[in-house]
């Protein structure tokens, strides 16, 4: 088995096993960091739904009733998690085991992408980037929220710090900031906001072309 197989197995181990207790446990950093980032990124999305690492379905009630929603998420037990709360939501979803780094949808198959706090942890997240940006359409929405690393320098190199353990153990980065792939390909950002010291930072950009009725 290769390093990198080998590496996915045991973040797919690790996510599995936290699959029970996650919502528990990031509902601090929910309340005192993301506020109420969910609805506002959700609630600009349009047409048909890709939401990249899905995870236990934390934005299933924050989308709005007339979209089709469909999930992708690599940990099998975050998945039931999310089946189980869009049950409970009534809410009409296709949510699948996948990949993000080799989404199984041909080109430009959605108007929205989704991803949530989740790039900080996708393994070759340009790869997982370069895979939303083909999927969806030309002229289409793309919604990013994630921490990044802070504008205030103690708190950046205290997220350094977490960094030297958190990327071994569950391979958390807490100090990429996918906002330059966002510009880097061309997309054109219509609203960013950055704040709580800068480690939170969440975006809309509209995909490079134009739809072709």
């Known amino acids: 088995m290769s390093e990198s197989s080998s590496r996915d197995v045991r973040l797919r181990r690790y996510w599995d096993g936290q699959a029970g207790t996650y919502d528990r446990r990031i509902a601090f950093a929910e309340e005192r960091f993301f506020g109420?980032?969910?609805?506002?990124?959700?609630?600009?999305?349009?047409?048909?739904?890709?939401?990249?690492a899905v995870g236990t379905g934390l934005n299933?009630?924050?989308?709005?009733?007339?979209?089709?929603?469909?999930?992708?998420?690599?940990?099998?037990?975050?998945?039931?998690?999310?089946?189980?709360?869009?049950?409970e939501l009534g809410r009409q979803a296709v949510l699948?085991?996948?990949?993000?780094?080799?989404?199984?949808?041909?080109?430009?198959?959605?108007?929205?992408?989704?991803?949530?706090?989740?790039?900080?942890?996708?393994?070759?997240?340009?790869?997982?980037?370069?895979?939303?940006?083909?999927?969806?359409?030309?002229?289409?929405?793309l919604l990013l929220a994630d921490h990044v690393g802070s504008t205030v320098w103690p708190v950046w190199a205290l997220q350094a710090l977490m960094d030297a353990f958190s990327v071994p153990t569950s391979g958390e980065?807490?100090?990429?900031?996918?906002?330059?792939?966002?510009?880097?390909?061309?997309?054109?950002?219509?609203?960013?906001?950055?704040?709580?010291?800068?480690?939170?930072?969440?975006?809309a950009a509209r995909k490079p072309g134009m739809v072709i009725p």
Do not use: N
């Open 36 to 52: 109420d980032t969910r609805p506002w990124l959700c609630g600009q999305a349009v047409g048909e739904v890709l939401e990249i």
């Open 60 to 87: 299933l009630p924050h989308y709005p009733e007339d979209v089709q929603v469909t999930g992708v998420e690599w940990s099998s037990s975050m998945l039931e998690v999310a089946r189980r709360r869009a049950r």
């Open 96 to 141: 699948e085991q996948g990949d993000a780094r080799e989404l199984c949808f041909p080109d430009g198959s959605f108007d929205t992408v989704v991803c949530t706090f989740a790039l900080c942890g996708i393994p070759s997240p340009r790869t997982a980037f370069a895979e939303m940006t083909r999927v969806l359409r030309p002229g289409g929405l």
């Open 173 to 203: 980065h807490f100090r990429r900031r996918p906002l330059r792939w966002v510009r880097a390909a061309g997309f054109d950002v219509t609203r960013h906001e950055r704040f709580k010291l800068g480690i939170i930072e969440r975006l």
